[in-house]
């Protein structure tokens, strides 16, 4: 069964970071690339940033490009999400999966982050 369960959010001030954690299950992952996430009130999910399995970035939306980083330890089947200069704007519930069995595999819970003064 596929599963990924995400951590790291939280309530922090704008301009401050965070670091995100998925960890996958259920499936080969060092043979996929995987994305992150997310969906803000109202909004539809987006998806904002990829990894591929070789470790090159793809997809990266403009809205946090130059201030969110992705990485993976293929040892612990964990991809990260490294958030800076945060804004009121991010504040989402962040999900990772597998851009190539997404949306049919499921969703975790994922991890909420909010940028508030």
């Known amino acids: 069964q596929v599963r990924f369960v995400e951590s790291g959010g939280g309530l922090v001030h704008p301009g401050e970071s965070l670091r995100l954690s998925c960890v996958a299950s259920?499936?080969?992952?060092?043979?996929?690339?995987m994305a992150w996430y997310r969906q803000s009130p109202g909004k539809e999910r987006e998806k904002i940033i990829g990894?591929?399995?070789?470790?090159?970035?793809?997809g990266l939306a403009d809205s946090v490009a130059g201030r969110f980083f992705i990485s993976r330890d293929d040892n612990k089947n964990t991809v990260y999400l490294q958030m800076n200069a945060l804004t009121p704007e991010d504040t989402a519930t962040y999900y990772c999966?597998?851009?190539?069995?997404?949306?049919?595999?499921?969703w975790g819970q994922g991890t909420q982050v909010i940028v508030d003064a």
């Open positions: 999966n597998a851009p190539s069995l997404a949306p049919q595999a499921g």
């Open positions: 259920g499936f080969l992952f060092t043979s996929k690339a």
């Open positions: 990894i591929d399995n070789i470790s090159h970035t793809f």
